[in-house]
């Protein structure tokens, strides 16, 4: 039974990479974290945690929301969504996606719904993502 139970936490966290985004000069207070796992449809699943991130109002006047975006593999953009702020301290967001990609990045724009970048860029990181040998609709996001 024991070896059962560590080889299911290995297999889960095998599966899923946790990536940092950097400082960002405009938002220092800001611990973003990003969580990419391959699902058994072979879409990358994204949950993006921001803690202590500013209003979008503070980094720009006319900024109402946060949209993350990525690039893809083939240097296309796209809108993944709108963190959406849970409390005071916390924004999250959770998606799918069938698009391969290598970056993520977040800005703060006048509309979640924008369809290409055009407000200030908060923070962008690279991304490896997970492989999906071990793919699993469990997902988690601890």
């Not at 391959?38 to 500013?54: G, H, P, Q, S, W």
């Amino acid at each position: 039974m024991y070896f059962l139970t560590v080889a299911a936490i290995f297999l889960f966290s095998a599966c899923a990479e946790t990536t940092r985004f950097p400082v960002s000069s405009l938002a220092p207070a800001a611990e973003i974290k990003a969580k990419t796992k391959v699902d058994n449809n072979n879409n990358n699943v994204i949950t993006v945690e921001a803690r202590n991130l500013a209003s979008p109002e503070r980094i720009d006047p006319s900024s109402t929301a946060y949209v993350l975006w990525i690039e893809t593999n083939d240097n296309q953009i796209k809108n993944l969504g709108q963190l959406i702020n849970e409390n005071a301290e916390t924004a999250t967001l959770t998606t799918i996606t069938p698009f391969d990609f290598k970056e993520l990045f977040i800005t703060a724009e006048s509309s979640g719904s924008v369809n290409t970048p055009s407000g200030t860029e908060i923070s962008r990181v690279a991304v490896n993502l997970p492989s999906n040998t071990a793919a699993t609709d469990e997902v988690d996001y601890d």
